[in-house]
């Protein structure tokens, strides 16, 4: 088999033996003849296999087919013989993502006293050279095997480790253990270097940035801890293209900054994206989709910066883990509780699910529906609709899916490092960010800032820096040369570059955002434009800065001091809005995007899908909504069938009988 990514109609999808494939997808740790058959006779064809000994955070196996990693150099590929040999018989057309746990194994950790298990404190042996040999063996040992026996039924690898299989560290907090100390001093050059203590590794709240100079042992320790979960999953993927030589794809789940709240961010290790996501031997990502926009009421949300593995020809695979009302507690005798709310009736699965698919559309992701512990959807009216939904897609392969985002939301993973990990601030205004991004009535892409001289800029109206704490030399370069010009708006979110080599700088903040800025002496957490409240809802954080700019536009002002908190300034070739406070409400982000010339396709906090061929719509309750298409004609959803004639662009989509509506051109 050969399998590879090609740009097919503006998007990156799978192609198996010349031929492309609608990637979607089914999962389950319990996987039966029932929901196999139900998901197959749906009409999936990528089934994922997930090949382990280990148990999940609950106690419970994450697979019951056992173990085939005995110890170092024994295997017994059995168990992933039957469990392979069992999807066969079920989906014979089908072909598999197989899910492999790289961790170390209790007969490991017998043999090494005193060493750390990966599972749960990933940093602490990721640099065990002992252990990374053991595994990678293993791991080559089992792809020689599959590729040998099923090399015609694989079609994608993925490596699993750490906290939920995730490649999170967690659970160590970035506390000090003798074998990751030796990694640090040995990677700094450095014998006498010491982890610091916890008392400086978590600071107050308060404080919103650690200081370049004071704090430079922290940055540096914390630096050291993210390359380190990145450099152990580029170890294991040079291994993996070692048997493969890229005739298959290697998958990972990494790379959750939109997702991460509060500390864990940071101690997850996740920070060193654009290294992972631009390696050569990663091919595809995935994640669940997030667990923060769950609701019915919600909009969906991505964890990953989506534009950022577009661009770099990546395939990204988001997980429908949803808890159906079919969802039990009680698996195997062990409690389980899975994250997110449950779906509490037919109807809210339905209209979530066509919302999921409405979001992959749109962006041109892989989908597979996760079975989490088996049974969550195993009921006719349950998979009537999602072979519904299957169809519809399939249908729509061939439409050009380019995407039309005039909005790019731009992320900077270094400038975290720079960041208080106890303040909060990515939970205010990363994390939550999304909710609001979703219904300004546009669609909108997320990068990297290193992606900034790779994007195509011609379609961009208005660029958001939410996190440009502090820039390199070349980001700032870039941002005058490429980003500041064609009457582009960009829009600056609390303290754009105040951290510089040697200490914090307004001027250099000032200089950058283009306005006269004032620290306020009693930082506030909430402010208000567009008669809507935004901010940081827990507690204030310092520095807070206002405007003072005499010839800035004054958009909106802090709640108690009434200073301008949000204000707009015009330049030659661009405009600079800077807003002191983040999340901004969707409304004042509206305001922003319609000024700078962004087509707003939808109105009052309606979430958008949309790309070139397709314009996706969500609301939770029965309404009228007032949509906005670019071109008069007729156009159909592909869920009904039901179409609908305009002469203007202007239509009024009922959401009485369906939540999600997604229009295609006839």
């Known amino acids: ?78 168990a992933v013989d039957h469990q392979i040999d069992f999807f066969i018989e079920h989906a014979p057309e089908a072909v598999f993502i197989l899910n492999l746990q790289l961790d170390t194994r209790p007969w490991w950790l017998e043999q090494h006293p005193g060493e750390a298990d990966s599972f749960s404190h990933l940093s602490q042996v990721a640099a065990h050279e002992e252990w990374r040999k053991s595994a990678a063996d293993y791991l080559q040992a089992l792809l020689r095997h599959t590729e040998e026996k099923y090399q015609d039924k694989i079609c994608c690898y993925v490596l699993m480790g750490g906290n939920t299989t995730e490649w999170f560290s967690d659970y160590d907090y970035e506390a000090a253990h003798p074998t990751k100390l030796k990694a640090y001093r040995e990677k700094l050059g450095d014998p006498e270097l010491e982890i610091p203590p916890k008392e400086r590794v978590e600071q107050e709240e308060e404080k919103l940035f650690l200081h370049p100079v004071e704090d430079q042992d922290v940055i540096q320790y914390r630096r050291f801890h993210n390359e380190l979960i990145a450099d152990t999953i580029l170890y294991f993927a040079d291994k993996a293209q070692a048997i493969l030589n890229h005739q298959k794809l290697v998958g990972i789940f990494f790379g959750y900054i939109l997702e991460l709240t509060g500390p864990r961010l940071w101690n997850a290790g996740h920070l060193d994206i654009d290294r992972v996501y631009n390696s050569p031997d990663i091919d595809m990502i995935a994640t669940p989709s997030s667990y923060q926009f769950r609701k019915y009421s919600d909009a969906s949300a991505y964890m990953l ?52 698919m409405m979001q992959r559309l749109a962006s041109g992701a892989g989908h597979w529906w ?165 901010g940081h809802y827990a507690h204030p ?52 995007a319609q000024d700078a010339g962004v087509h707003l396709y939808s109105e009052d906090g309606v979430p958008v ?46 959401t009485t009988e369906s939540a999600s509506i997604m229009l295609k051109k006839v």
């Open 370 to 534: 996760f079975d989490m512990f088996s049974n969550w959807f195993h009921e006719k009216e349950i998979m009537d609709d999602l072979g519904h939904i299957i169809r519809c897609s399939n249908r729509i392969q061939a439409l050009d899916m380019q995407p039309v985002s005039e909005i790019a939301v731009i992320l900077s993973c270094d400038a975290m490092y720079s960041v208080n990990k106890m303040c909060g601030v990515n939970t205010f205004t990363i994390c939550n960010a999304r909710d609001d991004l979703s219904r300004i009535g546009a669609p909108f892409d997320v990068f990297s800032i290193r992606d900034i001289p790779d994007m195509d800029w011609k379609r961009y109206k208005l660029c958001m820096f939410i996190n440009a704490y502090a820039l390199q030399d070349d980001e700032r370069a870039w941002i005058k040369d490429i980003v500041a010009r064609d009457g582009r708006t960009l829009l600056w979110v609390t303290a754009a570059d105040y951290v510089q080599k040697d200490g914090f700088s307004r001027e250099a903040m000032e200089k950058l955002v283009g306005m006269e800025l004032e620290k306020l002496e009693n930082p506030e957490t909430q402010a208000c434009a567009c008669d809507t409240l935004f």
């Open 541 to 592: 954080l310092s520095p807070t800065f206002c405007v003072t700019d005499g010839e800035a536009e004054i958009l909106g002002r802090y709640q108690q001091s009434g200073k301008p908190a949000l204000a707009r300034k015009q330049f030659p070739d661009y405009t600079s809005v800077f807003a002191g406070l983040g999340n901004l409400s969707h409304t004042a982000m509206r305001k922003i």
């Open 609 to 654: 899908y949309v790309n070139k061929s397709l314009w996706g719509f969500y609301w939770h309750e029965p309404r009228k909504l007032q949509v906005h298409l670019r071109e008069a004609g007729v156009y159909e959803d592909i869920f009904t069938g039901k179409r609908y004639e305009t002469a203007d662009g202007h239509l009024e989509l009922d």
């Open 1 to 78: 088999m050969k399998v590879r990514l090609v740009q097919y109609q503006g998007r990156n999808q799978l192609e198996i033996n010349g031929k492309i494939v609608d990637a979607l997808g089914f999962k389950s740790f319990r996987p039966k003849d029932f929901n196999v058959d139900d998901f197959y006779a749906a009409g999936v064809r990528i089934f994922n296999i997930i090949t382990t000994g280990l148990c999940s955070r609950y106690g419970m196996k994450y697979s019951l087919y056992g173990e085939s990693w005995l110890g170092d150099g024994q295997y017994d590929f059995s």
């Open 305 to 356: 910066m989506t534009g950022t593995i577009n661009l770099h020809k990546k395939m990204y695979f988001i997980s429908f883990d949803h808890r159906t009302y079919r969802y039990s507690t009680n698996v195997d005798g062990f409690h389980v509780t899975a994250a997110g709310v449950v779906l509490q009736n037919h109807r809210q699965i339905a209209d979530v699910a066509r919302r999921e």
